[in-house]
C-alpha cells in the first residue's frame, strides 16, 4: 500500500489549449538548473463499479490502467483533500490482462464480510479516462517529484458527452510534502492554474450521474 500524495491544479481557460505549456516547463527546470528525467505516454483508464454505485457508497475507486501491452489494476480507499491537496491510501496490482482480479488486493482493504467474488461479478466499466501524460521526474534536495501534464477526455459508454482533462498534478515520491508547494509556485510563474479537487474519477462519476 501507498499512500499518494499530490497536488492536482488545472489550467485556466487561457491556457487549457495552449500547445507550448511542456515546452516551457522544461524551460523553466533548465533556467532554475533543477534535474529532471522527461517522459510522454499514453494511458487508457476504465473505472468499474456495479449498477448501483456499490464501491463509490464504499468511498472506494477502482480501475485498470492499459499502457501499451501492460495492464495495471489499482484500488483508491477514503482519503481527504484540502485546497488542492490530494491525499489517499492506493494499491496497485500488475495484471496479464484488462480483467479484473479483485482476489489480488489485500482482503482488509474491504469492508467487513464482503463477498470479493460475487462483488467482481457485479462489476462493469462505467466511464473511462483516457489521455496523454507528458510528465518530468524532478530532485529538490532531498526529495523526488513527479510532475505530470495530463490532456485527453473523460466518456461514459452510455452517452457522447465527454469531459475535457486540462491538468497538472504534483505528485510526492518521496521527501518533504513543502517540495509539492515549492515547486507549485515555481510553475505558478509560467502559466496560470487553479487548484483542483475533484480528481478524475469524482469528474468521472459526476458524468456518469448526471446521464
Known amino acids: 500500500m501507498n499512500t499518494e500524495i499530490e497536488l492536482k491544479y488545472l489550467l485556466s481557460p487561457a491556457d487549457a489549449e495552449n500547445p507550448h505549456i511542456a515546452d516551457k ?48 489494476q489499482t484500488v483508491k480507499t ?62 529538490q534536495g532531498s526529495s523526488v517529484i513527479e510532475l505530470a501534464l495530463d490532456r485527453g477526455t473523460i466518456n461514459t459508454h452510455v452517452s457522447r458527452e465527454f469531459l475535457t482533462i486540462n491538468e497538472l498534478e504534483i505528485e510526492l515520491v518521496e521527501g518533504e510534502q513543502q517540495a509539492l508547494f515549492k515547486l507549485a509556485e515555481l510553475l505558478k510563474t509560467i502559466v496560470s492554474i487553479e487548484p483542483g479537487n475533484l480528481s478524475k474519477a469524482a469528474r468521472g462519476y459526476a458524468l456518469y450521474n448526471s446521464q
Open 25 to 72: 516547463i522544461t524551460a523553466m527546470f533548465k533556467e532554475q538548473k533543477i534535474d529532471f528525467h522527461y517522459s510522454e505516454k499514453s494511458l487508457i483508464n476504465d473505472y468499474f463499479d456495479s449498477e448501483n454505485l456499490a464501491l463509490r457508497k464504499m468511498d472506494i475507486g477502482l480501475r485498470i490502467r492499459t499502457q501499451a501491452d501492460q495492464y495495471e
Open 78 to 139: 477514503a482519503g481527504k483533500v484540502v485546497d488542492g491537496l490530494h491525499q489517499r491510501p492506493e494499491y496497485n496490482v500488475d495484471i496479464d490482462s484488462n480483467q479484473l482480479a479483485l482476489s489480488l488486493f489485500p482482503e482488509d482493504i474491504w469492508p467487513e464480510n464482503t463477498d470479493i467474488a460475487l462483488l467482481q461479478e457485479k462489476m462493469q466499466v462505467i466511464f473511462s479516462t483516457n489521455f496523454t501524460r507528458q510528465a518530468w521526474v524532478v530532485s
